[in-house]
């Protein structure tokens, strides 16, 4: 089986188109997919021990309901195709997180959709499609 491609997905409808492009693609190709959500946790925050603590707490309430929320109703949606799909949700930076796990899971492309609503923030902290196009290693492809 070729190798696996990587669908960055949060749930909006850039993420749903990104996703129909890559069950094109993989049914085309025979392969399987990657599909990952990714919850943002900054490392630049400055938290006291009780807030770090908190903070962990939430984490596996965050990871449940990004499963039951997110990633669930997605693979719902596709369940009656004939692609393979792998979830995958871990914290981090989505362009890091993506790059990494395409990497572990020798993911042949990387597929991520816009909205083409970049506003004032990401002008200055950047998309994740846009830094997507500088750290990866593999091919991108960003569906519009």
């Not at 900054?42 to 990633?71: D, G, I, M, N, Q």
């Not at 572990?104 to 950047?126: C, K």
Request: glycine share 6%; hydrophobic share 40%.
């Amino acid at each position: 089986m070729p190798a696996p491609i990587l669908v960055g997905y949060d749930g909006s409808q850039p993420s749903h188109r990104a996703l129909d492009h890559a069950l094109t693609v993989a049914k085309s190709q025979d392969t399987s997919i990657i599909l990952v959500h990714v919850l943002e946790w900054s490392p630049y925050s400055f938290l006291t021990a009780e807030e770090l603590a908190e903070r962990h707490s939430r984490r596996k309430e965050e990871l449940a309901r990004a499963e039951s929320a997110v990633v669930k109703p997605a693979l719902e949606r596709v369940s009656g195709s004939s692609v393979e799909i792998t979830p995958v949700i871990q914290y981090g930076h989505s362009a890091e997180i993506l790059t990494r796990v395409a990497k572990d899971h020798g993911a042949s492309q990387i597929v991520v959709g816009r909205d083409g609503n970049g506003g004032l923030a990401a002008r200055f902290f950047g998309s994740t499609a846009a830094t997507l196009i500088q750290i990866a290693t593999i091919p991108c492809t960003i569906v519009p």
